[in-house]
């Protein structure tokens, strides 16, 4: 039976679930690019907790090895066509179909079960090879030249391109896959032995088909190929690849191609192995060839000194500090001041390690300036409870624009506008604490509107983040 | 629909599936949240802290021994992160003069006073105590779900319960004759 206690407890505890959504889209957000486990230590590292850390290096990352595979098996799948003696008349007509048009096709990939979105592919002679996925990520566009084995990697949503996977040269300790793709193409293909096995006849897709299969064994891999084509045309309907892990063959990647459209007429420009204009090229340029002497206006250089102040452990100078800026006057960073003066795009064409390097150091830059706000709140409290209202508003004042400075570029980095965000409306979740205390009624109209233009400004932050990386 | 279990989600986020994580945040967030909040005491902090505790679950899965404990693990990274940020906030505590417990517990929390009351309460009991009732109230009042949280057997699980509820009951009389 229920009590007025139990009542009461209930109650106690709705309290805890406030906010959970938006919490959770930070949490999720801040995973899309964890860190690997051991790599950041210093509690920078509990920045991204409160940030939100969205940047996209690992995510494009990953997509690129994937996607990378998928062109490894395409080249194989086109260096068929030369390979053909020895085996049956039916078979290598097949091939020869494959080999010799343009073609079109769906590709979806099943691993450990579990099914990703189909994507489109589009093969033009000779040798050229694309492949769109318009579903993952805002949008992943692939091209490569079979014959040089160049590819070009885009992702629509954050308009930036790449030709290699950094970190690639070390990929072949990840695992079979990427042994089974480093070898020769040659090599993995070689059906002239002529070891084919017939699989008989079979409606496919309500077609008549008749299919084969191929079996591949490498010192680090085993794949499996089944074509299945149509009984009389031999037009390919269904091409199934699997690779193995030879220590534990239950671990399997299954990549199917279907919907094959050999009369495809395809446009050439598609296949062009240079970025698009306004696309930038990810993973290039060196933090130094990125930053530009330049000097902070003096109203910026306060800012830095109290930041510098309290990662000395000077925490009352800092606060000083910070509440003697200028607002009115112009505040301009130098380029080194990473957090307020790096794009997103400057941030993505960075080198790996500069990337790596740069967001620790603005993790750093965050943490300081989040122990620093945090104390102005607290300060404000303080004010508030010995009635010193003043003092309070221009703390809260004070923090309120330092979280605005943060989100004054909306090209800026991505993670840092989110820390922007949390700073700006918890800054005037205060002020409306204390306009209501001090019944400003003018004052706490304006802090409740601002209120709802920063969640709207969010939201539409957290929405453009999920349409360029995917909702995952 | 049955929901997945703490195993299959953590099978799944070690697997590279994130969006199991989420399915797990929805799980024992709150519960979380209301943990730290008895360290806090102040909800803003014990959101951003517990958004912490899970952040460094998330870094440690791969560590965690039985997936089916999830939950206890989980609250033993919360309550070590609560001693961290209890110790933090020791170090800096003379900056906070004029904030007292009452008005921190009040601060940001809901305007009813028997229900602000009771959580000052709360706050009061043993540790064990405020896990029982946190874990109860925010696990779908779950004796099983719960009593695997604490470590406990079911019966063991209600005679805590029943303590705490005691026990406040008594604080709560207490308090309304003024003593």
Not at chain 1, 32 to 59: C, N
Not at chain 1, 212 to 235: L, M, N, P, S
Not at chain 2, 70 to 93: D, N
Request: hydrophobic content about 35%.
């Amino acid at each position: 039976m229920k009590t007025a206690l139990d009542n009461d407890l209930n109650k106690v505890h709705e309290v805890f679930n406030q906010d959970h959504k938006r919490l959770r889209e930070t949490l999720m957000a801040s995973l899309l690019k964890r860190p690997k486990q051991g790599e950041q230590t210093s509690r920078a590292a509990h920045i991204r907790v409160f940030i939100g850390d969205t940047i996209m290096k690992s995510r494009m990352i990953k997509i690129a090895a994937a996607v990378v595979i998928i062109i490894a098996v395409m080249i194989g799948i086109n260096q068929f066509g030369g390979s053909v003696d020895g085996t049956s008349v039916a078979f290598g007509e097949v091939l020869r179909h494959i080999q010799n048009s343009s073609y079109t096709f769906d590709l979806a990939t099943v691993a450990e079960g579990e099914v990703s979105p189909t994507v489109k592919g589009m093969v033009l002679r000779p040798g050229k090879l694309r492949i769109d996925a318009p579903q993952v990520m805002g949008g992943v566009s692939t091209i490569a030249d079979i014959s040089t084995k160049k590819y070009l990697l885009l992702f629509h949503g954050q308009k930036a391109a790449m030709t290699e996977i950094p970190g690639a040269e070390s990929a072949s300790d990840g695992g079979s896959f990427f042994a089974f793709f480093m070898s020769p193409v040659e090599n993995l293909w070689n059906l002239r032995d002529g070891t084919e096995k017939s699989l008989g006849e079979k409606e496919i897709e309500g077609q008549p088909a008749v299919g084969f299969q191929v079996q591949q064994e490498g010192k680090d891999y085993q794949c499996e190929i089944v074509v299945w084509a149509h009984a009389e045309t031999g037009r390919p309907i269904r091409v199934e690849i699997t690779i193995y892990n030879p220590e534990d063959r239950s671990q399997s990647t299954t990549m199917v191609m279907s919907r094959f459209d050999l009369d495809a007429e395809l446009n050439e420009e598609l296949f062009s192995l240079e970025p698009p204009e306004g696309y930038t090229m990810a993973y290039q340029k060196t933090l130094e060839e990125t930053i530009t002497a330049t000097e902070s206006t003096p109203q910026a250089q306060k800012i830095e000194q109290s930041i510098a102040l309290w990662s000395e452990g000077k925490e009352d100078e800092a606060v000083e500090t910070l509440l003697s800026v200028d607002w009115t006057e112009p505040i301009q960073f130098s380029d080194k001041m990473y957090l307020f003066s790096l794009t997103e795009k400057g941030y993505v064409a960075l080198k790996l390690q500069d990337q790596q390097r740069l967001m620790n150091e603005i993790s750093e830059t965050l943490a300081q300036i989040r122990g620093l706000i945090r104390e102005l709140w607290n300060v404000a409290r303080t004010s508030r409870s010995s009635r010193d209202y003043q003092k309070a508003e221009l703390c809260l004042e004070t923090s309120l624009n330092l979280g605005k400075l943060i989100n004054r570029d909306p090209k800026g980095i991505l993670f840092t506008q989110s820390v922007g965000f949390s700073i700006r409306r918890k800054s005037l979740d205060e002020m409306a604490v204390l306009y209501k205390e001090t019944n400003r009624q003018e004052e706490l109209q304006r802090v409740e509107k601002e209120i709802q233009e920063v969640d709207a400004e969010r939201q539409s932050f957290f929405e453009g983040i999920k349409s360029k990386f995917g909702g995952q | 629909m049955t929901m997945p279990s703490d195993k299959k989600l953590v099978r799944a986020v070690i697997a590279g599936e994130k969006s199991a994580y989420a399915q797990l945040y929805d799980r024992y967030a709150p519960l979380i949240r209301a943990i730290c909040y008895d360290t806090t005491r102040n909800l803003a902090d014990a959101q951003d802290l517990a958004q912490d505790v899970f952040m460094r679950a998330y870094e440690k899965l791969e560590h965690l021994r039985d997936p089916n404990c999830f939950g206890k693990w989980l609250v033993g990274i919360a309550r070590l992160r609560c001693r961290e940020w209890w110790r933090q906030r020791s170090r800096g505590r003379d900056r906070h003069v004029g904030l007292n417990e009452a008005e921190l517990v009040q601060s940001n929390l809901s305007n009813d006073c028997q229900v602000e009351r009771l959580r000052r309460m709360i706050i009061a009991l043993p540790e064990k105590e405020r896990l029982a009732l946190h874990t109860f109230y925010l696990q779908g009042k779950s004796a099983d779900n719960s009593r695997r949280i604490m470590g406990l057997s079911r019966s063991g699980f209600y005679r805590v319960l029943d303590r705490a509820r005691k026990r406040l009951g008594e604080l709560l009389v207490q308090e309304q004759r003024g003593l």
